[in-house]
């Protein structure tokens, strides 16, 4: 069964030396685009292209602005911060992430709560966490309070993961009907909407991330986009240093980051991202032909965008019936030069978040022994 | 007179439409090596000139590796967490310094405390760091205890500001007494050598900045250096988000960081530090410009490199006899187009930083209102 779905693959990357999992692909402005930076000696913390990419990235979300950042961490440690994120407090994700978002709660000296999945979506179970919160009182400041610790639940992070949309609605509802702000780790999502609006954009801030492995890359990079204009001005000036504007004096007003984006990357951001329509449509035709094919595959699901979600794909899963069958296909997959990948351990079962609190973890557990990301990456 | 000087660097400067302060220059390879990544598509988070980079950067400096990060910053906070800097500790740095310095040091938790620089370095003034920790007691564990707090002083970072080398010898044994870590941060000080000996690798371990404002750039981008290959290989570790390596496995054993230099931005760090022996020197020659200059106009000092140190001449730097000239000099350059600037806001009077402990700031109160940086950037 592997050799086939693994010929399969080969079939849709057919004429590709290496099938690697998500490959970036370079076919519009790169190339002048960085070699005008370095014409005009300008590649670092000031420049044109950083400017034109806020501007470009946040008319091609609906965003009322963006703030573009270093990486994916990065915006996200900087939307915990402006979301009043404090150490000593809690901030509510998902187990099933990358490791990004769970570290970022930690920089900022709060201490991450793991909710589980939902089947359907993969992203935070708005159920369980509805459970969890109903068990939460609101002080007589206003703040929502963890009735094990007594600690202040800032904020919530759902991821949405593989860039299907997690279920916004329900989650925005719940967290603000208990004062608790919603950052969107849109890291993966870049392209897909939610009932029409971009991730990212349905709750408070929503944090991009245009890594190598992403559906357009910056080498390395990342964003805050939002709807709110005051909170983008405070996350420009907090990734600045906070310098203060001056013409020649050195002077910042709060503990800020150097969390730019430098205009080289920007540079290379401007140039894919002019490409991403087209990279949605083969995105989108590269899913209907996994979807079709593994329609055919007994005891192998091919997961599919949820209810609501019109999804980037941009890594395509597939679900086994077992962990042997999911090792197996790894094993295989990855030994004949197709690159392939379980999903990520999940955040409860690492040695440095194994003591936080969660929900029961029956979905992520059991999900995340079964899936593997096969190769996704747009073709040309 | 400061019309004179304006003429002088206009003419340092002959040919130049902005006289900067330090604009970057792009001479060599830049554009064969980032029009490499684009044709590889290894523009992210490995690629070959993020190898090539650290060995170069290990060959020129004399270090026996070195890691490259996203930027001095993160550099900075990395050589503080790996010297074991935790939350609560305290960690002696100079008040003369960018912020980034405290912001590394409060990233970690820790609080920075204030020493003043010496009036022939500009840096870390030794002799008041002695008497700072004459006061302080070792206990029991071998920890060096600041009587006024309770705390444990775990590092001293001196910073080579301006390129010009700290007094290291001093400060390293003055601290390696207490069983304080020295942290050097050489952001300024590419290409410095102290004694013969690069800045960086005299104390513990030491952070570089290629900032566009520095010597050489990779637009955003940062190093640590060191004679110590385990510090290294953890500093690897933790720049890199902690991962375990496998070959398709993500799972991560400690809480780590997205630092780690993407290699578009190595591309372009490579094809810097291969033309860094010619900007050195004209670098030296810009100073002894300056120097031959300033020895002729009364009431300004040029400042020169001080005893032992082979300096960078990053920013050339002249000292006014009062903050009246200072900013009639400033206020004039910059409205003729020769960019200048002060030294920075010290971080005892930022708002911030204000209530953190500090010795007396003599020198950094006198110099800093007094202080202009001139242009210095590499002329071709």
């Known amino acids: 069964m592997s050799k086939e779905i693994i010929s399969f693959i080969k079939e849709i990357y057919r004429g590709w030396r290496d099938v690697n999992l998500h490959a970036p692909i370079f076919v519009g402005n790169e190339i002048a685009y960085l070699t005008k ?48 994120v404090k ?7 998902q187990s099933l992430t990358f490791v990004a978002t769970a570290n970022a709660i930690s920089y900022t000296g709060a201490k991450p709560v793991f909710i589980d999945v939902s089947e359907d979506r993969l992203s935070l179970c708005s159920v369980k966490l509805e459970a969890f919160l109903n068990k939460c009182k609101i002080d007589s400041e206003g703040n929502c309070r963890n009735p094990q610790t007594g600690n202040i639940i800032r904020a919530c992070v759902p991821m949405h993961t593989f860039g299907h949309a997690a279920d916004m609605d329900a989650i925005v509802r719940i967290c603000h009907s208990k004062n608790i702000k919603v950052i969107e780790d849109a890291a993966e999502s870049l392209g897909t909407r939610y009932n029409g609006v971009h991730t990212g954009l349905i709750g408070d801030i929503g944090v991009l991330s245009f890594n190598g492995n992403k559906i357009i890359t910056s080498g390395g990079g990342g964003a805050l986009i939002s709807t709110d204009g005051d909170i983008l001005k405070k996350a420009k000036h907090l990734t600045t240093t906070a ?20 205009n080289i990357n920007a540079a290379l951001a401007c140039a894919q991202l002019e490409c991403i329509n087209d990279f949605l449509k083969d ?50 997959s990855n030994a004949s030069g197709v690159i392939t990948r379980p999903i990520w351990v999940p955040m409860h079962k690492l040695d440095m978040y194994s003591k936080c609190e969660r929900t029961e973890m029956a979905v992520t557990d059991a999900l995340s022994s079964r899936i593997v990301n096969i190769p996704s990456g747009v073709r040309s």
């Not at 000031?46 to 573009?68: I, K, N, P, Y």
């Not at 965008?305 to 962990?323: A, Q, R």
Request: charged fraction near 20%; charge should be negative; proline fraction near 3%.
């Open 37 to 84: 930076c370095i014409e005009t000696t300008m590649v670092s913390s000031v420049g044109q292209f950083v400017d034109q990419f806020e501007r470009d990235l946040a008319s091609f979300t609906g965003a009322s602005g963006s703030v573009a950042v270093v990486n994916g961490t990065a915006a996200l440690h900087t939307a915990l911060i402006l979301t009043g």
């Open 283 to 332: 995105k989108r035709t590269i899913a209907e032909q996994y979807r079709a094919y593994f329609a055919t595959i007994p005891d192998i699901k091919f997961f599919d965008e949820p209810l609501g979600s019109k999804s980037n794909f941009w890594l395509n899963s597939i679900i086994f019936s077992s962990e042997r069958d999911q090792q197996r296909f790894l094993e295989e």
């Open 243 to 262: 310098k203060k504007a001056h013409a020649w004096k050195y002077e910042h007003d709060v503990i800020g980051y150097n969390y730019r984006m430098p």
């Open 87 to 93: 150490p000593g407090d809690e901030v509510l994700t």
